[in-house]
């Protein structure tokens, strides 16, 4: 017989006209494509099929040659039904069953619910409406339709990434292996884990957060929830960041804030920048290098400025000859 239509609407061969209706009802509100986003294209065919289903059965001649001949023959170019005085099937038929397509199965699913005819409710004939949420234009009046019940979003679910200052200063790329619980078209719970990709940019900075769209936990009657990753910044034992700027502190001796000092530094991605500087070091001095800051995001060809900032060491104790010998070096120096 091929497809078993009062299986597909799980009514015995004997349902009435309401045991139609009422199958299709609930089948056509489980498997409507609208409320099962995650496996939309399996809802798609089964709503098909439901809607196949009830448009044979609920009519009664094609319900009659279904009975008769099975699904074959009502969808057969040149099937016609049998007279009773030959009781055979005749070519060239006047009754030709067309396949539904999708736009068909909106129709057969607005017209039960919105109460046209055979749909049970009372609204009767009239326009048509394809899309959820539309006002229905009926007999030149255009009134409110009953919506499905609008899916509400939960918030947004975020969990912080922490990054190294060589990953924010060169970019990088991390997968991060996720599980989120979804549901079923049946309504299960079950675990998924998933692999997201997040292409880190040279300069971002504390608090950038990445967004990956219905991607956190699914509950029943709701639309997934955003899952957002908030770059955190892991301490470095040599840089402290200053928005585009990197700081450094530099350890000199009393000897070599007097008389200069070459700095040999490791930059974060890996080069080593020589430094002489040849100025006194007081309290308070600082050197500044353009251009070897961090990058910024968005032109990472700009860099923000290296800053080197400098701790003075005293010596703790003098003899009276090295005190002797300051007093005959410096005696005469001027601030």
């Not at 023959?73 to 030709?96: C, E, M, V, Y």
């Not at 060169?170 to 979804?182: A, L, W």
């Not at 007081?282 to 251009?291: K, L, T």
Request: net charge neutral.
């Amino acid at each position: 017989m091929g497809v078993d239509y009062y299986n597909v609407l799980k009514v015995n061969r004997g349902a009435t006209d309401e045991d139609l209706r009422k199958a299709y009802k609930r089948l056509a509100m489980k498997w409507h494509p609208d409320k099962n986003p995650i496996n939309h294209k399996e809802a798609e065919a089964k709503f098909k099929l439901i809607s196949e289903a009830y448009d044979v059965l609920s009519d009664p001649q094609k319900r009659q040659i279904y009975d008769l001949y099975g699904e074959e023959a009502l969808k057969s170019a040149d099937f016609q039904p049998a007279t009773p005085a030959s009781g055979r099937a005749r070519s060239n038929s006047s009754f030709r069953f067309d396949p539904r397509d999708a736009d068909a199965d909106a129709d057969l699913f607005d017209n039960f619910f919105s109460g046209s005819p055979g749909g049970g409710g009372g609204l009767g004939g009239g326009s048509k409406a394809r899309v959820f949420g539309e006002n229905v234009e009926r007999n030149g009046n255009r009134e409110a339709r009953r919506d499905l019940p609008e899916k509400k979003k939960p918030p947004p679910v975020e969990s912080k990434l922490v990054c190294s200052l060589e990953e924010l200063y060169k970019g990088g790329r991390r997968k991060m292996r996720i599980s989120r619980v979804v549901h079923d078209e049946f309504g299960n719970p079950k675990s998924v884990e998933e692999t997201l990709k997040i292409d880190i940019k040279p300069g971002w900075k504390k608090g950038t957060k990445i967004t990956f769209p219905e991607k956190g936990n699914h509950e029943p009657g709701t639309i997934p929830a955003d899952l957002i990753f908030v770059i955190e910044e892991k301490p470095h034992d040599v840089f402290k960041r200053e928005g585009s700027d990197l700081v450094v502190s530099q350890k000199v001796t009393l000897l070599e804030a007097l008389t200069g000092k070459t700095l040999d530094l490791m930059t974060l991605d890996g080069r080593n920048l020589i430094i002489p500087v040849t100025e006194i070091i007081r309290p308070g001095f600082e050197v500044s290098i353009a251009n070897e800051g961090m990058p910024v995001s968005k032109d990472p060809s700009k860099k923000g400025n290296l800053k080197i900032q400098f701790d003075i060491t005293f010596p703790l104790t003098l003899s009276a000859e090295q005190k002797s010998d300051l007093t005959r070096v410096l005696g005469g120096a001027q601030s």
